[in-house]
């Protein structure tokens, strides 16, 4: 319970420490990446009076009401509340496991919480239970990245958004057939030797030197958003969407009946954004699924303007396929010899039970060069690691000459 007070006005007072609790919560808030301003605190302090501190469910409601500008810090926002100020038993470390964990990396000193009048606990006690707090968010944020991601809360959700913003993308880049002109290199410019010489009738006086160059590989991702995959869809569109924003020259489509591209709506930078943009527009959202109908689509429509420059693509979908077996194996064959490497991610690898018996995933694994599970944070960090070491060599493919 909140700390009992005497009347609003004595502890503004120099012999109180509301003023004091009031600003160290404020900076609690803002460690958990919550934005509020000087002039926010200032409106609590000023609704207090209307608000007394003893009366805990109008305190929590003024403090909401000054404090918190966007809907989703709401959650972040509880879990400060109930941490500080010892209210409730609904504290859940997962949503403060993003802040806590970024006080690893650089010094975060948390505010000490009120102690009550009559409190006597010793100051190590104190200290040995903010300890077990911190070790308690610390266990919470590791539990969150091996947790499947079909069976995440909405809480989890939103704190699962800072950590796929920590994940850094990086694809190896590729090496085009021309070369750059340098001061020093290692292959002569023959061309610009024989320009740069001219004037002296011809003789290599002065030389010229080219390198190669070196250019990101393009990133196509097509991502099922099917009834089957309806458990996992937000969360790996948030993923697409990260990864849209930490490479250039990403292209990317969801697909259920029919194929939409949703590039130029996932360049808004609040993800929440974005997502609803792309829920609105797509109009086949948790339908049925024909995979292969969707890739003959793109391939016909949209791999002459996307499939340039050797790109990976990047498949997400769990196999369930209500289409023909044949039309998704000629379609996937078809996508594979068009880009340098074709990845499948699929949700439901990461159960040790799963076998991919299903019709569709039987047609379009002889096509697939990497088949990848995507169903936690980890898995994501795993896919960061192979997209950074593929090499400049295409995989063996194993398919048939079609005929």
Not at 231 to 253: A, D, K
Not at 293 to 299: M, P, R, T, V
Request: some cysteine.
């Amino acid at each position: 319970m909140l700390s009992p007070q005497t009347p609003m006005q004595p502890p503004l007072t120099s012999g109180g420490h509301l003023l004091t609790h009031v600003l160290a919560f404020v900076h609690l808030l803002r460690s958990t990446g919550v934005k509020v301003s000087s002039g926010q605190a200032l409106d609590l302090v000023r609704a207090l009076e209307h608000a007394p501190i003893t009366a805990q469910d109008d305190f929590r409601a003024a403090a909401r009401a000054t404090l918190i500008c966007r809907h989703e810090d709401l959650p972040l926002f509880d879990a400060a509340f109930s941490y500080y100020w010892r209210v409730g038993s609904d504290f859940d470390p997962a949503v403060l496991a993003i802040p806590m964990l970024r006080a690893q990396t650089r010094t975060l000193r948390l505010p000490p919480r009120p102690r009550p009048a009559n409190d006597a606990e010793q100051p190590d006690k104190e200290e040995e239970e903010e300890k077990t707090g911190l070790t308690l968010t610390f266990s919470a944020a590791e539990a969150l990245r091996h947790k499947d991601f079909g069976n995440f809360s909405w809480s989890e959700v939103q704190a699962c958004k800072d950590l796929l913003r920590q994940l850094e993308w990086r694809i190896e880049p590729r090496r085009p057939r021309r070369r750059r002109p340098t001061s020093h290199g290692e292959y002569l410019d023959m061309r610009r030797v024989i320009r740069r010489n001219i004037r002296y009738g011809g003789e290599p006086l002065l030389l010229s030197w080219r390198e190669p160059r070196e250019r990101q590989r393009p990133l196509v991702v097509l991502c099922d958003i099917s009834g089957s995959m309806e458990r996992y869809s937000r969360i790996l569109l948030q993923f697409v969407h990260t990864v849209s924003s930490g490479l250039r020259n990403v292209e990317s489509f969801v697909f259920g009946t029919r194929l939409t591209r949703i590039t130029r709506l996932l360049r808004h930078r609040d993800i929440d954004d974005a997502i609803a943009l792309v829920s609105k527009q797509v109009v086949d959202w948790s339908g049925g699924t024909r995979i292969g109908d969707a890739i003959n689509q793109f391939n016909y429509v949209w791999g002459r303007r996307v499939l340039g420059g050797g790109p990976v693509v990047l498949l997400i979908s769990d196999g369930w396929d209500r289409g023909e077996p044949e039309i998704l194996s000629r379609e996937m064959s078809r996508l594979q010899r068009s880009c340098h490497r074709l990845i499948w991610l699929n949700p439901l690898l990461g159960s040790a039970s799963y076998q991919p018996l299903t019709r569709g995933m039987q047609a379009a694994l002889p096509h697939v060069d990497d088949f990848l599970p995507v169903h936690n944070l980890v898995s994501l960090e795993q896919l960061g690691k192979r997209l950074s070491a593929l090499g400049d060599r295409r995989p063996e493919r194993r398919q048939r000459r079609m005929e």
